[in-house]
């Protein structure tokens, strides 16, 4: 298994410009998520799905799109890029189930991609 | 809502000494709580976690962390620091009466340990 995937590792956009940032997990795992982090602000929920086709937001989704067309792929969207939007992304996916009457529930975390918005 | 506190920006310790990484926690149901470590340039590694069942969690790399319901607080810690840990960590919480809610994270705390 490759894990979570996510390309470019490094971006620089001009303000205005749009983007995809690719994440990609091979784990069949129904949750997924993108955050980002921000010095001294930990990581903030950007959007999360909870399956294909369904998608929500979290907690700073303003300028963002993401969709959900199958399991394993998530695309965040950045529709006009801003220099507020300069961070580090992270892509997660979530694994939850009950085996042998024990939950496990655990987020696992893609490389990140460097975002730098001009 | 859910909310995580890490108090301290940085913790210094030198090798060998026991470190602690303090985080507290707010939800309103039934808390999942979560460390991760972030090396430099690197994503983020999961440490361990705490469902159910006893309060002292064991995780990767010789750190463990204690679940106080009554201070409402998750510390992580080691009985001997290496070099090797200085990183920056995460601590983690998800209300578990809420399937579908992700991680809320602390704003980390970096630990540097001097040989």
């Known amino acids: 298994n490759a894990g979570v995937t996510q390309t470019p590792k490094f971006q620089v956009l001009k303000t205005g410009q749009s983007m995809t940032l690719q994440c990609a997990q091979d784990?069949?795992?129904?949750?997924m998520s993108w955050y980002r982090q921000d010095p001294g602000m930990g990581l903030r929920l950007i959007h999360y799905?909870?399956?294909?086709?369904?998608?929500d937001q979290g907690e700073v989704p303003n300028g963002y799109n993401v969709s959900r067309s199958t399991t394993e792929d998530f695309p965040l969207r950045l529709l006009s890029a801003a220099p507020s939007q300069t961070s580090v992304y992270f892509c997660?996916?979530?694994?939850?189930?009950?085996?042998?009457?024990?939950?496990?529930?655990?987020?696992?975390f893609g490389p990140g991609t460097r975002l730098t918005v001009l | 809502a859910q909310s995580v506190a890490q108090p301290e920006d940085q913790v210094n310790v030198a090798e060998g000494n026991p470190l602690t990484v303090k985080c507290t926690y707010s939800?309103?149901?039934?808390?999942?709580l979560f460390w991760y470590v972030q090396y430099p340039n690197r994503g983020l590694q999961f440490l361990l976690k705490?469902?159910?069942?006893?309060?002292l969690v064991k995780g990767s790399y010789g750190f463990e962390a204690e679940f106080n319901k009554s201070q409402t607080s998750f510390h992580l810690k080691k009985p001997s620091a290496l070099v090797s840990d200085s990183a920056l960590y995460f601590c983690?919480?998800?209300?578990?009466?809420?399937?579908?809610?992700?991680?809320?994270f602390g704003g980390g705390t970096r630990l540097m340990v001097k040989p």
């Open positions: 997660a996916s979530r694994l939850k189930k009950h085996l042998a009457g024990e939950l496990t529930d655990t987020q696992y």
């Open positions: 983690a919480v998800r209300d578990i009466s809420n399937a579908g809610n992700m991680l809320t």
């Open positions: 784990m069949n795992h129904e949750y």
């Open positions: 799905s909870v399956g294909a086709g369904i998608t």
């Open positions: 705490y469902i159910t069942g006893d309060n």
């Open positions: 939800v309103s149901g039934n808390p999942y």
